[in-house]
């Protein structure tokens, strides 16, 4: 233990420093894998409610730390997005979406932005570079954003979307349900989609009460014209409610979980089997 200053005596905790060193060491690593190129893309499938054929893909970022295996997004994207390596990381997956994209002339891609990256001014023109390198049109892209940056800058957060939307590239609303979520946010940004998080679909088929806040939540997307995609969807009882709901599109591992441009490609061509 040590004095506080302040003539108190406080325990000091040496595990606090270990984690501090423990942070940095996997900053350090993980900048050495944004210059390197070693981020990871994988694809996980988006189905039609009403036929359950692939329409669109999620890019989600993937990173195998060197000496440790797989480290979670959970983990990686918060200390990117705090150090500002979310920047560079950010653009590194929308390229690799982008140039994936080229195999799949059927999908559309979505790709998810954080806050910190919608806010530095050059952020627009990356992505319209990106898409031109690519030779992607760019009303096949849809960035998801959770609702953190709508509500901490609203106005720059308009002007942002209204540059984005001009280029003809789609926004979507992600997490939708998981935080406080406002009608007034959705009215007032006008997403060109929204995306109903894991949480509120996880019971819709067994809980009376999470099937009404559903069908609420839909109808209420509707009534503003905003087509909405369900996440997390594991089991044919849940598609099934979110489809009668008036879900039009689904995502979970119940039709695929995120997986490698091979698989994907391989969904594609049995498509154009049918
Ligand atoms: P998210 O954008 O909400 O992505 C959906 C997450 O749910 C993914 O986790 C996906 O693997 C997982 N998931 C999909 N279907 C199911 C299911 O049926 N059941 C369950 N239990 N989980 C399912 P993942 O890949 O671990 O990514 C976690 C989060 O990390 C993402 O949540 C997103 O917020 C963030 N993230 C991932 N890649 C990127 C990226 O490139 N940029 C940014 N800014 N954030 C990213
Ligand atoms: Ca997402
Ligand atoms: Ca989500
Ligand atoms: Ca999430």
């Not at 698989?263 to 049995?270: A, D, E, H, L, R």
Request: charged share 25%.
């Amino acid at each position: 233990s040590k004095e506080d200053g302040r003539g108190r005596w406080t325990f000091y905790d040496a595990s606090m420093d270990d984690e501090r060193e423990e942070r940095n060491l996997l900053e350090l690593d993980l900048r050495a894998a944004i210059d390197r190129e070693e981020i990871g893309v994988v694809y996980q499938p988006i189905v039609r409610a009403s036929d359950y054929r692939i329409c669109a893909v999620e890019a989600l970022a993937r990173w195998t730390r060197p000496g440790h295996g797989p480290v979670s997004p959970e983990v990686f994207i918060p200390i990117a997005e705090s150090t500002g390596l979310i920047d560079l990381l950010g653009l590194c997956v929308l390229r690799s979406a982008c140039f994936a994209l080229r195999q799949w002339p059927d999908l559309t891609i979505s790709v998810n932005v954080s806050p910190g990256q919608f806010r530095d001014p050059a952020f627009v023109g990356r992505v319209g570079d990106i898409l031109k390198e690519a030779e992607i049109e760019p009303s096949r892209l849809t960035l998801e954003m959770t609702e953190t940056y709508f509500i901490q800058n609203p106005a720059r957060a308009r002007q942002t979307l209204d540059m984005l939307r001009e280029m003809g590239i789609k926004v979507a609303l992600d997490d939708f349900g998981a935080g406080f979520s406002s009608v007034g946010y959705l009215r007032q940004f006008g997403f060109d989609r929204i995306k109903i998080d894991r949480a509120l679909v996880e019971g819709v088929a067994d809980r009376p009460r999470d099937a009404e806040l559903l069908h609420a939540t839909v109808a209420l997307a509707r009534s503003l014209d905003m087509p909405v995609t369900a996440e997390g969807v594991e089991t044919q009882a849940q598609a099934e409610a979110l489809k009668q709901a008036g879900c039009q599109l689904l995502q979970g591992y119940l039709f695929g979980k995120p997986s490698g441009q091979e698989q994907i490609t391989q969904m594609t061509v049995s498509l154009d089997d049918k």
